[in-house]
């Protein structure tokens, strides 16, 4: 390839709106180009990165043994009703009416497209086991896209499903896809982690996140450093502290604490640590009559540590919580605690409300709550003697960095992430309510075992860019770079000599398969070497006179602080040795 016939379109200021590096460099390197919100065309700079993670991602696809199709990106509602998906997905679900009023849906994913074709297609045990998969475009309505490729609503996607016949052979296919996605991220030359994983939207019971360690990333990422635990945020457990309760060592009283609506004010105000006071986080849960009105409402009161946050994922998991809730309105708390939010606490209430304990609040003593009364805590309180015993204790918050490891070999660190995959077991979640069976080896029909597992193909390049940049721009692994080697000649409109030999080394990695670029723009140095320092291409070679006449060129990767010179006819050599694709 030579640049005069490509189109470059780099650009010195990033858009207003590029709020992460990865965003600002792409825009910048003219990779990506905004068309709406969330919405972009990938310029062909960006194209060729796309295509190559999409090749890569196939090679190991069809090697696991996983058999390609493609599927509608616009689907009919009827699936998705059967799934129960339509109703229940939310509005990140785009919905659309065609002429004649029919529901329509523009997938995010194809769970249902693919159980309907197993339904019909597989029909014996002796087709089993079977992964389809694609690389096609989804659609997810996101209320605020951000961050150009990382959240956008458009996107590539891989998608793949498994079928099996029972749990032990899902959980095999489930293994086969594990280790090949493991294989596909140590190809792109990226670090990352296999964290394990709550399910979310798309449901199930066995799940990983594949997550690109970078410093602003969205997600945070729980490991241990001594052992091979890893697990996001959502999912990682708070072990129960260990040994029984204190025993009471003060009696409860009831303390002003004016103004001071927080437990860290609180904290502050009675010179106490801020593990010793108890944060009130107050839930409601409604129940419906046949019309799909408000019948009933229930206000629950879950109990967190003053130093920890409730995560929401694990109070989902609660009995009574597993259908959904909401926070309780002003009205609520103010009618079951009988004032105003900052000063609530599960003593006195002026209604009956479920309480809910985190394992650490359950076996504290002595400790600091609201109590329900503005510009009042109470200080002292102890289980058992100034209020029942909760009725429900359970793992309710987020880990942080020191907790025991839930392996029990070590204590928990955390860092950030990019979440770029994910794999989950599904079991019977779609096939049951889409009646997806196969006649079994005794003649019965049997539900399909399920898997789906995700490679966000766009959304990669993104997290590869937010780890591998610095001041000038991108600096790609060989295995997904645009070009892997930029022949960069100086003077070439002007020298026989510059012009042939970058010429000869061009056609040589041509002829042997390196994906290279001969920039014949005429550029000036400076100019030429900043593009493709931003655009990230990661061996150049630079051809001068001056050079040829001491019989080097200069070679320098895109980490290199400075050029080597090599001889010029070892350059094509030299630079081979060092690619890594």
Known sequence: MKASEFLISTQKEAPADAEVVSHRLMTR???????????????????????????????????????????????????WQEAGRFQGYGPELLRIKDRHERDFVVQPTSEECVTDIARQELRSYRQLPKNLYQVQTKFRDERRPRFGLMRGREFIMK????????????????????????RIFDRFGLSYRAVAAD?????????????????????????????????????????APKGPRAAPAMPMRKVPTPGKATCEDVAHLMSVPLASTVKSIVLATDSLNARGEVAASQVWLLLVRGDHEMNEIKARKIAGLKDGFRFATTQEIEAHFGTKPGYLGPIATKLPVKVVADRDVAVMADWICGANEADFHFAGVNWGRDLPEPEVVADIRNVV???????????????????????????????KPMDATFLDEDGKPKFFEM?????????????????????????????????????????????????STAERLHEEFVRSGVDV???????????????????GVP???????????????????????????????????????????
């Open 517 to 535: 670029i001969l920039d014949d723009r005429g550029e000036r140095p400076g100019a030429m070497f900043a593009d493709w320092e931003l655009i």
């Open 401 to 431: 960095a020191g907790d025991p490891s839930p392996d029990g070999k070590g204590t928990l660190a955390i860092e950030r992430g990019i979440e770029i995959g994910h794999v989950f077991y599904l079991g019977t979640k779609y096939s």
């Open 451 to 499: 898997g789906c597992y995700g490679i966000g193909i766009t959304r990669l390049p993104a997290a590869a860019i937010e780890q591998n940049n610095d001041e000038r721009g991108i600096i790609w692994p060989d295995a997904i770079a645009p070009f892997t080697t930029v022949i960069c000649p100086i003077g070439m409109d002007r020298s026989d000599a510059v012009r």
């Open 29 to 79: 390197a003219g990779m990506i180009k905004k068309l709406g919100a969330g919405i972009y065309t990938y310029m062909p700079m960006g194209l060729r990165v796309i295509r190559k993670v999409e090749a890569i991602v196939r090679e190991e696809m069809n090697r696991a043994g996983a058999v390609e199709l493609t599927m509608p990106v616009v689907q009919p509602a009827e699936l």
């Open 199 to 239: 399910s979310g939207a798309i449901g199930g019971e066995l799940s990983e996140e594949f997550q690109v360690i970078a410093a602003t990333g969205e997600d945070a990422i729980v490991y241990c450093p001594a052992s091979d635990y890893a697990a996001n945020m959502e999912k990682a457990e708070a072990l």
């Open 159 to 182: 998608d793949a499903y498994s079928f099996d016949r029972d749990a032990e052979a899902a959980q095999k296919s489930y293994r086969v896809m594990a280790d090949a996605y493991r």
């Open 539 to 581: 061996h150049r070679v630079v051809i001068s006179d001056r050079g040829l006449k001491e019989g080097t060129v200069e070679y320098q990767h895109r980490r290199d602080a400075a050029a080597t010179k090599v001889p010029a006819g070892e350059a094509f050599g030299f630079v081979k040795g060092r690619l890594q694709v």
